[in-house]
């Protein structure tokens, strides 16, 4: 079914805690340097849509303030930079979002970063001390359409955060959430992997299934794997040459070189997918452009919001709809299941599902480098380039 030289049996372990590919080392941040008014923070912000040079440092911004009882304002210590982070800047989604935002906020300034590592600083009145408590470290994520965590402090409502696992670094720490609730969301809340139970509570699911995971060396992808590992899923995945060993190193039996055509008939010889997990932006047309057979084929590259912003909401929202329904008429057509788009979800549960695993040691983040926050504009930059081995991450200290 396979050449041989397409199956590399590993071990069942992660990697190294340690195993960043590299750290940029530099003095210290510019948060330091001067005494500032405690009203007021530094941070990386955008004040207008275009390129990265839209990226502009300050450390004059104004400290954000918790306006429910349920929301908890964090110290960051560090944080990551994730594609969608990249793609705002260019303006991505800003119809629906800036439509969410206006609800409570203004559409610039305009803070990026989606999840941090950090230590609470103050909590609202509805949050139990015995439950989160000033001075607790946690992690979290930031939603969409709110500010981000690109900055010495961010304000989160309670679901959004908990606290870090002991057995994590900040920096690890700081990696998992949201590409890690990206992935679970697809497998869980779209492709029902671990059926109802799976999608409402932290349980998990799918052993015994057989799930295909299109890009499993970025920063979704490499947490995409390790879930389904852990709970007992057969695994298939695709990476490009110099990312092969990596993503074995993961525990990944089957991995094969996407820059290899043969891999195409490779794939197509080991029967149906449950799932075709798409974390490497192919889309909803691939799904009838190869010869596999599944049961979902489920994509993160997601035409809704690029539709909405380039035609409005009532022309865009037909666009999407004409779209997925093409798109299914056309593997149902071809004998096969249906084709969905997955999304971020910041649910609870979710990340109490990640939290899980990674303390009973399943899950760690591939770190591929670590800025300081002086160098955030150039891990940016780097995100910006694509072809990620793992997460991005920003040491604040």
Request: glycine share 10%; charged share 20%; with cysteine.
């Amino acid at each position: 079914m396979f050449p041989q030289k397409c199956i590399r049996l590993v071990s069942q372990h992660l990697p190294n805690p340690t195993r960043y590919l590299s750290t940029i080392s530099a003095g210290a941040t510019s948060c330091s340097r001067r005494a500032r008014p405690i009203s007021k923070m530094c941070g990386w912000q955008i004040h207008s849509y275009g390129s990265l040079e839209e990226v502009q440092f300050s450390d004059n911004l104004k400290m954000p303030v918790l306006t429910s009882p349920n929301q908890l304002l964090v110290k960051v210590t560090a944080a990551s930079v994730n594609p969608i982070d990249v793609a705002m800047i260019k303006g991505y989604g800003a119809a629906v979002l800036n439509t969410m935002r206006c609800k409570s906020g203004i559409e610039f300034p305009l803070t990026l970063g989606r999840d941090f590592c950090g230590e609470i600083v103050q909590k609202g009145m509805g949050v139990s001390s015995r439950d989160l408590d000033v001075g607790d470290e946690v992690w979290g994520v930031c939603p969409v359409h709110q500010q981000g965590s690109h900055a010495e402090y961010v304000v989160v409502e309670r679901y959004c955060l908990s606290k870090k696992p002991e057995n994590l670094s900040k920096i690890d720490a700081s990696a998992v959430l949201y590409a890690g609730l990206t992935a679970w969301s697809g497998l869980y809340l779209t492709g029902q992997l671990g059926n109802l139970l799976g999608a409402i509570s932290p349980v998990g699911g799918g052993r015994g299934k057989k799930v295909l995971v299109l890009g499993a060396a970025g920063g979704v992808g490499t947490l995409a794997v390790q879930i389904l590992l852990a709970e007992g899923v057969e695994v298939y995945a695709t990476c490009s040459t110099d990312a092969v060993e990596m993503v074995q190193n993961l525990g990944v039996r089957y991995v094969l070189d996407y820059n290899e055509p043969a891999h195409v008939q490779q794939l197509a010889s080991v029967g149906k997918f449950d799932i075709i997990l798409d974390c490497a932006g192919k889309g909803t047309d691939y799904a009838t452009s190869v010869p596999w057979r599944f049961e979902q084929y489920i994509t993160f590259n997601s035409p809704v919001l690029k539709n909405i912003d380039d035609n409005g909401f009532a022309t865009g929202m037909v666009q999407n709809a004409v779209s997925i329904v093409r798109n299914n008429l056309a593997t149902v057509s071809a004998h096969n299941g249906l084709v969905k788009w997955g999304y971020f979800v910041p649910a609870p549960q979710g990340i109490a599902y990640l939290q899980k695993l990674v303390e009973q040691g399943k899950l760690l983040p591939v770190i591929e480098k670590v800025f300081t926050f002086d160098g955030t504009s150039e891990a940016y930059a780097r995100v910006d380039e694509k072809h990620l081995r793992g997460k991005i991450v920003i040491d604040y200290n």
